[in-house]
């Protein structure tokens, strides 16, 4: 596609539950990132990958977050044991590598935790 | 910590006239400034960025300022459109930050007709 897909685009589950979200970025983007973004608020940082680098996870709020990608493309971020707090946009976003390549976002997940 | 930031949270113009959405950046290393729009349940689209070594920048219609001495940010907007109305972030891509965009808490535009 041309533009970054996520999937899906919105998700209620039950505290408690896991949930995974997917982010397919675009075709030679080497740099993949996940942003959380709660109603009304600026985009938090969670994670970051870089081609076969060690992904930066200081962003990832607890222990409950993971991340991981595959082959260099897809991404799958997981949440365990959902809690209410964890209820926000997540947004995935990818670039070409260099730290002065703009980011190119996709429409995010709207995640509810009931 | 350091961190980008917004100075007005809402701002409310008229159909043609011009906008300026301004922000401060605390890292003195930043390096790389970016300003994003996010219209309503879509995620952030670019429009300009700026390197540290400009101090303006010209796209279509918009034009980014970059005053380093005061590590203050802009972004202006020419005959503003109902079409402009959005939530716009400035981010700054720090030299020490490992490529991670931080981004402010967004200024909402709203164009009157």
């Known amino acids: 596609g041309a533009g970054v897909s996520q999937s899906p685009s919105n998700k209620v589950t039950e505290k408690g539950k896991d949930v995974e979200l997917r982010c397919d970025p675009i075709?030679?983007?080497?740099?993949l990132y996940w942003y959380r973004q709660s109603l009304g608020q600026g985009l938090e940082f969670l994670i970051y990958f870089q081609g076969n680098s060690a992904p930066d996870k200081s962003g990832l709020p607890s222990d409950r977050f993971s991340a991981e990608r595959t082959g260099g493309s897809v991404s799958t971020l997981t949440i365990q044991r959902t809690q209410q707090e964890d209820s926000a946009v997540y947004l995935c976003?990818?670039?070409?590598?260099?730290?002065?390549?703009?980011?190119?976002f996709g429409n995010g997940t709207r995640l509810t935790v009931t | 910590g350091e961190s980008v930031g917004l100075h007005l949270p809402t701002l409310s113009v008229q159909e043609g006239d011009n906008s300026i959405i301004n922000c401060a950046y605390s890292n003195s290393a930043s390096d790389y400034f970016i300003w994003y729009k996010q219209e309503s349940g879509k995620g952030p689209q670019f429009i300009i960025d700026?390197?540290?070594?400009?101090d303006k920048r010209q796209g279509q219609r918009v034009t980014v300022l970059l005053n380093k001495t005061v590590k203050h940010l802009s972004l202006q907007i020419a005959a503003t459109q109902p079409g402009d109305s959005a939530v716009y972030f400035c981010?700054?891509?720090?030299?020490?930050?490992?490529?991670?965009?931080?981004f402010g808490q967004g200024t909402e535009l709203s164009v009157k007709p």
């Open positions: 981010a700054e891509n720090g030299y020490n930050q490992g490529g991670k965009l931080i």
């Open positions: 075709s030679g983007h080497t740099a």
């Open positions: 976003a990818s670039s070409f590598p260099g730290v002065n390549s703009p980011l190119h």
């Open positions: 700026i390197r540290s070594n400009m």
